[in-house]
């Protein structure tokens, strides 16, 4: 005998009432964040930290960090830790490593603490990284946590990497390890996929990594090629040139250009000196002037239809930043 399969949608109410939302929330629950405050006991505490400690998000501790904490305590100052009690039955310090390391040193054994139920690891991560923006993460502590949460934009970041054969690794400085993260964040945010990739091909293809290629202005510069040359010259003669040449022209081409010109900020210089590596070549290929690549323009926003440095959807320069009546009009 067949049965008939009912859809939920079949067993719901009227669309829009209240009971069609009762229903739905019976079919479906919702299990939603919920937190007590208490006090805690700092030595039952753990910490979920970001490689090579742990495989987590959490930095380790800092020892400055410590011993001004340790000069200024005040148990009067010492705001709640941000816990999360995971599933089994553990308790995970968000927020408060710090305070409660230092307070077990000053013989303290309880805190309190805003313990929060129901949080999956990325949320905490994403909390952490929240968090942090006020208390001063570091880039790749930020970088980290937000790998951990899921984060679209860091995930590709290191797919794009791992697809050139580099690692995003800011814990030792080595060939084939790019540390500048936050460089990398902006040129992901500012070029999208196409625009790293392209820059980490080039970087890649002309020194294989070497450590000294994968700075912040040589990262930046080549970036700045990018955007204002890319549709102009091919990728594979811009890296048998600038491989050619080697990495300590490039650094010298670079100099002589911030001595001479005013380019803008100083990584425009690395991307202008691949420019007039390819013009010289072209050059004494027997190209004319007009055939070589335009001069270079200190501020992209000069380059019709480029992008304008600083201008990001949403915000607004007329923003309120002191505001006391949240949602009220003035």
């Not at 860091?154 to 084939?176: C, F, H, K, M, P």
């Not at 196409?194 to 293809?205: C, E, I, P, Q, R």
């Not at 100083?266 to 390819?278: P, Q, V, W």
Request: hydrophobic share 40%.
């Amino acid at each position: 005998m067949a049965i008939r399969q009912v859809s939920m949608e079949e067993e719901l109410p009227p669309e829009g009432s209240e009971e069609e939302a009762l229903e739905i929330l019976r079919q479906v629950p919702l299990r939603m964040p919920s937190y007590e405050l208490k006090r805690v006991n700092v030595t039952q505490l753990l910490v979920d930290y970001a490689p090579p400690n742990g495989s987590g998000y959490a930095r380790p501790l800092n020892d400055n960090r410590l011993k001004i904490l340790r000069r200024d305590w005040d148990s009067m100052a010492c705001s709640p830790l941000i816990i999360s009690r995971r599933d089994t039955g553990d308790l995970y310090v968000i927020d408060g490593n710090h305070r409660r390391n230092v307070a077990f040193d000053k013989g303290i054994v309880t805190l309190p603490a805003m313990i929060f139920s129901g949080m999956d690891r990325a949320r905490e991560a994403d909390l952490y990284t929240k968090l942090g923006t006020v208390l001063g993460q570091t880039p790749w502590t930020r970088f980290q946590s937000r790998l951990v949460a899921g984060d679209d934009a860091a995930n590709a970041i290191v797919r794009i990497a791992t697809d050139n054969s580099l690692e995003v690794n800011a814990i030792s400085y080595q060939d084939g390890r790019i540390q500048a993260i936050a460089r990398l964040d902006s040129i992901y945010l500012r070029g999208g996929p196409d625009g790293l990739d392209w820059t980490l091909k080039v970087l890649w293809g002309s020194f294989s990594g070497n450590r000294e290629s994968l700075g912040e202005m040589q990262l930046e510069g080549v970036f700045s090629f990018w955007q204002r040359y890319a549709a102009l010259v091919d990728e594979t003669e811009v890296v048998q040139l600038l491989g050619a040449a080697g990495l300590n022209v490039w650094h010298d081409r670079a100099a002589s250009i911030w001595g001479r010109s005013d380019v803008g900020k100083r990584s425009n210089t690395y991307g202008m000196a691949i420019a007039d590596l390819i013009n010289d070549t072209w050059r004494r290929r027997g190209k004319r002037v007009k055939e070589l690549l335009p001069a270079w323009a200190p501020n992209i926003a000069q380059l019709a239809g480029g992008y304008r440095m600083g201008v990001r959807s949403g915000y607004s320069t007329n923003s309120d930043r002191a505001p006391q009546h949240l949602g009220k009009e003035a």
